[in-house]
């Protein structure tokens, strides 16, 4: 596609519940990102990808969270055991060499989880 | 560690004022700057950006901004503000020797008046 694209865009979930939300960057791109946006803040990161292999993950919460890109292409955020705390915008991201130098990265509308 | 602070977390001006928006950064090395713009209910989209070139950086929709090693900032500014511009403004940071995440502001809501 056009651009970065996100799917569920909304995901009402139950506590405890399991959580996937998918990312499909734009064609081409070998960089992903994944960042999370909490009401009244900036995006915070999460997880970076080149490739398929997690080139950086210490914006991962804890343990309950887990991202893959298995293909170099799509990549799956998963969420176990979701708490109310988790309800945010997950933005995904992505950009053709691997961050932003001289590179620009597009983002996604996000998907916007709540948990109940 | 890499960090910007934005001033403000609310701006208004009137319609066709000058439009201000503070970021000051924090970095060990000579870092490359952004400026993003959410539009409600839309993503992120990249205003301008600073890596190491001119010192002042033009970007879509009149905006503009000046890296100013000195005071350690990087203001964004527009001479005179539309409606349109009503929007969530971030600013954001990366290490230049490592391609991978940038770092974002709390971010500075916009608000226009007629």
């Known amino acids: 596609g056009a651009g970065v694209s996100q799917t569920p865009s909304n995901k009402v979930t139950e506590k405890g519940k399991y959580v996937e939300l998918r990312c499909d960057p734009i064609s081409g791109h070998t960089a992903l990102y994944w960042y999370r946006q909490s009401l009244g803040q900036g995006p915070e990161f999460l997880i970076y990808f080149q490739g398929t292999g997690a080139a950086d993950d210490s914006g991962l919460p804890n343990d309950r969270f887990f991202a893959v890109r298995p293909e170099g292409s799509v990549s799956t955020l998963k969420i176990q055991r979701t708490e109310r705390g988790d309800s945010a915008v997950y933005l995904c991201?992505?950009?053709?060499?691997?961050?932003?130098?001289?590179?620009?990265?597009?983002f996604g509308e996000g998907s916007w989880l709540t948990v109940v | 560690a890499q960090s910007v602070t934005q001033l403000g977390s609310h701006v208004s001006v009137s319609e066709g004022a000058l439009v201000l928006l503070r970021c000051n950064y924090s970095?060990?090395?000579?870092?490359?700057l952004f400026w993003y713009v959410q539009y409600p209910n839309q993503g992120l989209q990249l205003l301008l950006k600073y890596t190491s070139a001119a010192t002042l950086v033009k970007g879509i929709n009149g905006f503009e901004a000046e890296f100013k090693k000195s005071e350690t900032s990087f203001h964004l500014t527009k001479p005179s503000a539309h409606m349109s511009d009503a929007a969530e403004y971030f600013c954001?940071?990366?290490?230049?020797?490592?391609?991978?995440?940038?770092?974002f502001g709390k971010g500075t809501r916009l608000h226009i008046l007629p």
């Open positions: 970095s060990s090395v000579p870092p490359y």
């Open positions: 991201a992505s950009s053709s060499l691997g961050g932003p130098q001289g590179n620009t990265i597009y």
């Open positions: 954001a940071v990366s290490d230049p020797g490592r391609d991978d995440k940038i770092i």
